[in-house]
């Protein structure tokens, strides 16, 4: 039986004054996130945990029944399924629940809304009438990257000017587990190498002073719909990492060698495979996630926009290839193009990286050996670089925002 002051917590809590809204907007040094509401049947409207910690640099883990958050150095759980989070003490109430759909944590709107200015006021503040969370203090590393730039050239070393941003795809991830890696070691998985890939990739980004967006950080499913739009009008480029694989015939563990793929009309009957290998992730994702059906403008507004990433795209794509193959001993197959649905939703020039053939032992240490693994990621920023320099010099074009997004 319910205590009657915690009874009449749940009770004013459950009618709230105003109806959620459609979309949550979180305000950091790194930029303004649009994240949208989405309504659980079971915890009610809600926003996936993903998206929100990126934007405000937290973490999560999922331990049985509990959900685990930490932002702004705090921990907070949450019991799966039922309206109590705990922050250091005992369990308090909420509206709606946190819950776990296809592998991925939705914490309810009422978390931001409410708990987080409430919990951790001197961080945060939400403005109802705009559906505006604002972060209040800068983050360590941020500052320090805006104090370390104050006074300098805005030319790196290496002549880029400041700020790039790119975003850089893990493939698969959580119940995806993408190619089974016929060689490769302990087990590993697709979904394993391309996030080793990707925070290697990171890594190497950051030293050559641009920043990093990544659509995952650790062994969860993103929808393929979803990933593109983590590049947006901050964001530079789209690199999305995948492990091809042949299918069982007669000489497949024989093949080898990395291609890069950009958008368009798939002209081989084999980029049309790898496509729709690809795409067949969907079948991993909740129903109804690829969002409302386009509209005539919204088709004329993407057919437009991909024509004018299409040239850019493709460059990007001849870079890569051309600077991996300073880095991978199997053959090089070329810049291909085929309809990934990974790509439709970047709003900026985008490519899909094969880095080698899980089918064939020889491709699989490339990806899987450290050293290997270092130089060909080390090679896809050096092609990112590359690309963003040759940009610089076409359009006489740059960015000064030195507060661009690091995660």
């Given at each position: 039986m319910l205590l009657p002051g915690l009874f009449a917590l749940l009770t004013a809590a459950a009618t709230p004054a105003t109806p959620a809204p459609m979309a949550i907007l979180v305000s950091t040094a790194k930029g303004d996130v649009r994240l949208p509401v989405r309504v659980d049947p079971l915890g009610g409207p809600a926003v996936a945990a993903p998206a929100l910690l990126l934007a405000l640099g937290g973490r999560s883990t999922i331990d049985g029944s509990w959900a685990r958050v930490e932002i702004a150095h705090q921990p907070i759980r949450f019991l799966l399924g039922a309206p109590y989070y705990a922050l250091g003490g005992d369990p308090k109430p909420m509206v709606g629940s946190a819950t776990v759909r296809r592998d991925t944590l939705y914490l309810p709107l009422q978390f931001i809304t409410s708990v987080l200015p409430t919990e951790l006021k001197t961080v945060f503040r939400y403005e109802a009438e705009s559906a505006r969370l604002t972060e209040l203090i800068r983050r360590p590393e941020l500052e320090l990257a805006r104090v370390t730039a104050k006074g300098k050239s805005d030319r790196l070393p290496n002549g880029l000017k400041r700020g790039h941003v790119v975003t850089i795809d893990p493939g698969h991830g959580g119940v995806d587990p993408g190619n089974p890696g016929l060689y490769f070691p302990r087990r590993l998985k697709e979904k394993d190498v391309t996030l080793r890939m990707g925070i290697l990739v990171r890594e190497e980004l950051l030293k050559r002073g641009v920043g990093v967006i990544m659509t995952r950080?650790?062994?969860?499913?993103?929808?393929?719909?979803?990933?593109?739009?983590?590049?947006?009008?901050?964001?530079?480029?789209?690199?999305s990492l995948h492990v091809n694989s042949m299918p069982a015939r007669a000489g497949y563990k024989n093949v080898r060698g990395f291609e890069t793929y950009f958008l368009a009309?798939?002209?081989?009957?084999?980029?049309?495979?790898?496509?729709?290998?690809?795409?067949?992730?969907?079948?991993?994702?909740?129903?109804?996630?690829?969002?409302?059906?386009?509209?005539?403008?919204?088709?004329?507004?993407?057919?437009?926009?991909?024509?004018?990433?299409?040239?850019?795209?493709?460059?990007?794509?001849e870079l890569v290839q051309s600077y991996a193959a300073e880095a991978h001993s199997g053959p090089d197959k070329g810049v291909k193009q085929a309809g990934f649905a990974v790509l439709v939703t970047a709003r900026r020039p985008a490519v899909l990286f094969e880095m080698g053939f899980s089918t064939n032992p020889a491709d699989a240490a490339v990806m899987t050996e450290p050293r290997s693994q270092r130089n060909l990621a080390g090679a896809v920023a050096d092609a990112v670089v590359a690309y963003l320099l040759e940009y610089e010099r076409r359009t006489g074009s740059g960015t000064d925002n030195t507060q661009a997004g690091v995660r």
């Open positions: 950080t650790t062994d969860t499913l993103i929808d393929l719909r979803h990933r593109g739009g983590y590049c947006t009008d901050r964001c530079d480029l789209f690199v009309e798939a002209k081989t009957e084999d980029a049309a495979r790898v496509a729709k290998m690809e795409n067949d992730a969907v079948r991993f994702e909740q129903p109804g996630s690829e969002g409302e059906s386009s509209g005539g403008l919204e088709f004329i507004l993407k057919d437009l926009q991909l024509n004018e990433h299409l040239r850019e795209s493709g460059r990007l794509a």
